[in-house]
């Protein structure tokens, strides 16, 4: 049991680490997703080898895409609501975006869905999740994994200049969303789309919203 233990928190702490440290000297061009997909992909096999899990979480199932496509919409409405407020899209406009088009593109198509999403899934809920929670239990498993989803994002927040405090805090409650659609059916669908449609329905109403101000 206490090898188990060890190995979870290593997994997590490690994890943390290289968002932290690791990730943000790569750089923020294709070169860093390809380093964290490779990262999380080696990641997932160590960790599940150490800690003994035979088989890795599944990334489709049925269920799954049924959870997650519901759990997707609701952030989707959430953004449609906000642009549609003079108040959110005033607050929405303070994020300006001055991307080009080709660049927006890559960003929402392909450093979001596989930089991020893919990577951090495969991190979080395909390895992280599980070894804390087989280790420690469901209850303390899966505040820990929470807190490791929150402390990922730490530098993340410290570039984009936001709240150190409320990203970890508001990612920590995400992950605990997260962890609760993979534990629907052991997949990582559900978790997916929702974490796919809250980060690139965010970059495309921020695009939206400073395209008609011009940006």
């Given at each position: 049991m206490r090898r188990r233990q060890g190995v979870a928190v290593a997994a997590a702490a490690g994890a943390v680490a290289w968002s932290t440290w690791a990730l943000p000297s790569i750089g923020s061009g294709r070169a860093r997703v390809a380093a964290n997909v490779a990262f999380a992909t080696g990641f997932a096999y160590a960790v599940r080898?150490?800690?003994?899990?035979s088989e890795p979480v599944r990334w489709v199932a049925r269920e799954g895409l049924l959870v997650g496509a519901a759990a997707a919409a609701v952030p989707i409405g959430g953004f449609v609501v906000a642009a549609a407020l003079p108040s959110a899209r005033t607050r929405l406009a303070e994020r300006t975006d001055d991307t080009t088009t080709a660049e927006f593109l890559e960003w929402i198509l392909v450093r979001i869905p596989v930089g991020?999403?893919?990577?951090?899934?495969?991190?979080?809920?395909?390895?992280?999740?599980?070894?804390?929670?087989?280790?420690?239990?469901?209850?303390?498993?899966?505040?820990?994994a929470a807190t490791a989803f929150g402390l990922w994002?730490?530098?993340?927040?410290?570039?984009?200049?936001?709240?150190?405090?409320?990203?970890?805090?508001?990612?920590?409650?995400?992950?605990?969303?997260?962890?609760?659609?993979?534990?629907?059916?052991?997949?990582?669908?559900?978790p997916a789309l929702l974490h796919l449609a809250t980060n690139v329905g965010g970059a495309v109403v921020v695009r939206a919203v400073s395209g008609e101000r011009g940006v």
């Open positions: 080898r150490l800690a003994g899990r991020t999403v893919l990577a951090e899934e495969l991190i979080f809920r395909g390895t992280v999740s599980p070894v804390l929670e087989d280790a420690f239990g469901l209850a303390v498993g899966g505040g820990l994002h730490i530098r993340p927040a410290m570039i984009a200049g936001d709240s150190v405090v409320g990203t970890v805090a508001a990612t920590a409650a995400a992950g605990l969303v997260f962890d609760w659609l993979r534990r629907r059916g052991n997949h990582l669908a559900g």
